[in-house]
Each structure stands twice: as structure tokens, then as C-alpha cells.
């Protein structure tokens, strides 16, 4: 009973990393946006470049993309998943960023998000993190709804 009761504290503790994550990219903090990341997290992003290490990168990687936000939007999150294992976890889900007007058509797509977090010293931290654009191997053309 104790095992089942601490894995729902974690994965609740982690689903609310996420929606902090979440809520602090609609804020364009960036502070608050990497408050949960580890210091030598491995960034893999949907654009250039594709790979980055550590905090500082990840730091670099969302300032360069605030000026093609709009001022005020949301982030939408489907299907989130939480699997506990010990000190590591994985949470995946698809997510899109809504309110955000015709001019910001590349942010206007579901995209698809894994992180892994481990526990350090008792709080959870994200380790590694991917988001990707499916595609469609026959067009090598990028997939922006949700049907993925």
C-alpha cells in the first residue's frame, strides 16, 4: 500500500512539473520555465539545433523562441501520461499552443513531448527532454493535426 500511495504522490508531483513548465512558457519566464530542469539536461528540440546540453542551452533555445510567440496564449496538453519507476520517470503527452493568431502559423500544430525526470535529493528534475513534429514518410511533409 505504501509502494502505491508514494508512486501516486510522484506522478502527481510530476504531472504538476509540467503544468508549471507549461504555465510559465505561456508567461515567457524563463526562470520559472527551467526551474525543474537538471543542470546538464540533453535538449532535443524540433528546430535547429536539434540537440542541446545543459540548462544554459535550454535557457538560450526558449529566449530565441519568445519573439514568435504572441503576447497572450495558451498551451493545450492531451494525453498525459506519468510512469513511475523508483527515482525515474518518464511523462509524455501532445500538446499545442492555442489563442495564437494567424501570423504565428508554425505555432500552430500539435507536437508530441517525452521528458524524463529522476529524483535528486528528493525533488524531481528533468533529465532529458524531446519534442517532435510527426511527418509523414511518404511526403517527408510535416503532420500539424492532432490525428498522430
Avoid at 7 to 30: G, M, N, P
Avoid at 97 to 105: D, I, L, Q, S
Avoid at 113 to 141: A, C, D, K, M, Y
Wanted: charged share 20%; aromatic share 10%.
Amino acid at each position: 500500500m505504501t509502494t502505491t500511495i508514494a508512486t501516486t504522490r510522484d506522478e502527481a508531483q510530476i504531472r504538476q512539473i509540467v503544468a508549471d513548465t507549461t504555465d510559465a512558457i505561456c508567461a515567457k519566464d524563463l526562470d520559472r520555465i527551467l526551474a525543474h530542469y537538471a543542470d546538464d539536461v540533453i535538449f532535443f528540440d524540433v528546430k535547429p539545433p536539434f540537440q542541446s546540453k545543459g540548462v544554459d542551452a535550454v535557457r538560450r533555445i526558449w529566449a530565441e523562441c519568445f519573439p514568435y510567440l504572441a503576447d497572450s496564449f495558451e498551451i493545450e496538453i492531451q494525453d498525459l501520461k506519468v510512469t513511475v519507476s523508483g527515482d525515474l520517470a518518464i511523462a509524455h503527452w501532445i500538446g499545442c499552443f492555442t489563442g495564437m493568431m494567424a501570423e504565428y502559423p508554425a505555432m500552430q500544430t500539435w507536437m508530441r513531448f517525452t521528458s524524463v525526470l529522476q529524483r535528486n535529493q528528493g525533488q524531481w528534475q528533468i533529465v532529458h527532454e524531446h519534442g517532435s513534429v510527426p511527418f509523414n514518410p511518404e511526403t517527408s511533409q510535416a503532420v500539424f493535426t492532432k490525428e498522430i
